[in-house]
């Protein structure tokens, strides 16, 4: 296997005669600080920062006076209703607003533009349907894992392997301590509250769909935050790489404190009944966000290795170990320094809208792994008597490989 050439699927392609597309960006946070706008103007020959929008007026002008955006708004209906008219004609938006994305993600392909969306899709798989309910959407979602070269390299290494055992450890400082580096743009105090309001409003009666509305508050920002903040990229990786998680026997919490959420442990298999441990521990002090993905098959292991997700072109290790011809161990480490995920995830985007090139991971993808957070957290429920409602309850052992739901 070549260490340096990443296979075809997470290679940029030639842009010499690509179109430009132009984008409008919703949501000025610390993703889209320090990965999405950079990025973008990277790839000044891919994309155009046709407009943003955020709730703050201050922040959306200093970001467009940096990227030298002209079309700047506070809501994303003031950028659609732009559109619409023709003011400021779009050809795609990239959210990455807090809280569910379900509700701006449809407003979107209503107005028959494709979206880039940050994780989570939804928070309740009832958003997805309102999704899907529209004919002709076109969603990428956002697991840029998917899109790195050493998970396409760990993918061919897999192929053709019987697993024994997956684990997952993910280690995770406070957001502040991994985004020290970015230099964020300071909080900002010109949101009007009456706008924030509904949002909020909005993200709650998700959660309360998904979860029920006994649930204690603590619970549902595990689920939300935790789970569907980061849980489902390892979700969405082992759908990637293996099919997907195909039981959850159990699932506990433990530590979480004023300081944060602790730590949350699931066990289970993945397709094909190799068994699954995952771990997510909350450490706000610990040096530097790990994350830890190994697949043990019968004659070796596969590990990816990820860092910090905020940090551009930061390379993601996979480490191989197989047994040599002599009967030795071999080990073997490779790194893409050349390749950013999120880049080449801006390129599907791009191969999407010009092309209509499917994308690793839709509406369908998101809603079989919102089955398995769904699944854990209603684990949780069973292991700590929590009263858990809503879709949760509907959950049983879900066949997510095959994307199938519950009976």
Known sequence: MDPVTAPAATTAPSSTAAPRLRIGVVGLGAISQSVHLPLLARRWDLFEIAAIADLSASRAGDVAGRYGVGARFTSLDDLLEAHRSGACPLDGVLVATSGTHGPEVLAVVEAGLPVLCEKPLALSEAEIDAIDSVEGARVLLGYMKEYDPATAHARAELDGKRLRAVTVEVLHPSSPAQLEFARLLPPSGDIDADRLGVLIGRTETSLDAAVGTALGENWRNIYANVVLGSIVHDISLLRHLVGGIETVESATGWADSADGPGSLEAIGT????????????????????????????????????FGIPYLLNGATELRVVARSGDGGEVRTEYRWKQQEAFENE??????????????????????VDLVVAQTILGRLGERHGLPTGGEVQLRSVPVVGQGQLPT
């Open 270 to 305: 993945v397709a094909g009944g190799a068994r699954l441990h995952l771990a997510w521990h909350y450490l706000p002090q610990y040096p530097d966000y790990r994350e830890t993905v190994t697949f043990h098959h019968d004659t070796g292991s596969v590990s990816l290795v």
């Open 346 to 367: 801006l390129v599907a985007f791009h191969a999407l809208v010009t092309a209509g090139a499917a994308p690793h991971s839709s509406t369908g993808e998101g809603r």
